[in-house]
């Protein structure tokens, strides 16, 4: 059974920056693809950003692209996600995701099939 832990979450000032990461562990093989969602109060959640193990394909939701970057340290089985110039939109509860495969979109992190617990982001103004 896969585990995962975040770790990063915070209350940050709008235009600064915080870094998420994720730790898997508990598998005995790599999953190819680990992203991130997020889900505000009150709204759907939202696929944030995804990356294969080697990197070679990312995705990002648009209300993200310029702005956040997600990198993977596959010795470490652990996935980060870089948010700079955060706005308080950008607030919300954000969960690391992993599955076999990304997808075409952000968006498919919905269909992952394991989530961690968490963390929460608050952007003020």
């Known amino acids: 059974q896969v585990q995962l832990v975040e770790s990063g979450g915070g209350s940050v000032q709008a235009g600064g920056s915080l870094r998420l990461s994720c730790t898997a562990s508990?598998?005995?093989?790599?999953?190819?693809?680990m992203g991130w969602l997020r889900q505000a109060p009150g709204k759907e959640r939202e696929g944030v950003a995804s990356?294969?193990?080697?990197?070679?394909?990312?995705y990002y939701a648009d209300s993200v692209k310029g702005r956040f970057s997600i990198s993977r340290d596959n010795s470490k089985n652990t996935v980060y996600l870089q948010m700079n110039n955060l706005k308080p939109e950008d607030t919300a509860m954000y969960y690391c995701?992993?599955?076999?495969?990304?997808?075409?979109?952000?968006?498919?992190?919905?269909?992952?099939?394991?989530w961690g617990q968490g963390t929460q982001v608050t952007v003020y103004s």
């Open positions: 995701a992993i599955d076999d495969a990304c997808g075409d979109s952000a968006a498919a992190l919905l269909f992952f099939g394991s």
């Open positions: 508990g598998f005995t093989y790599s999953y190819n693809c």
């Open positions: 990356a294969y193990s080697g990197h070679t394909v990312t």
